[in-house]
């Protein structure tokens, strides 16, 4: 059974950091790409970043651009979204997804978590 499970989530001050890991299990991910998503109360799922499965493309949202890093270790099954500078605006539900392609749309994501809620306070 294939299963993806977010963590390291939490409360932070505006400014600080915080770095998400995602942990795959269930087959191996090192073909797929993998993919950071986030809701906010009231608003619609929206992406944030993406990385192939070779690590040589990343995508990321313009809102995030410049503050936020996706990486992975194909050897762990694990893949990360170091996030800096953090914006009161970032709070949201992140999910971790993977797909067999890199892609902006949570369509394309056939896996996903169940999510891990980051606040941050301003």
């Known amino acids: 059974q294939v299963q993806l499970v977010e963590s390291g989530g939490g409360l932070v001050q505006a400014g600080g950091s915080l770095r998400l890991s995602c942990a795959a299990s269930g087959r191996t991910f090192s073909s797929y790409a993998m993919g950071w998503f986030r809701q906010a109360p009231g608003k619609e799922r929206e992406f944030v970043a993406a990385i192939s499965w070779s690590n040589s493309r990343t995508y990321y949202a313009d809102s995030v651009k410049g503050r936020f890093t996706i990486s992975r270790d194909n050897a762990r099954n694990m893949w990360y979204l170091q996030m800096n500078s953090l914006k009161p605006e970032d709070t949201a539900v992140y999910y971790c997804?993977?797909?067999?392609?890199?892609?902006?749309?949570?369509?394309?994501?056939?896996?996903w978590g169940q999510g891990t809620q980051v606040t941050v306070s301003s």
């Open positions: 997804a993977a797909g067999s392609s890199i892609s902006y749309y949570s369509r394309d994501y056939r896996y």
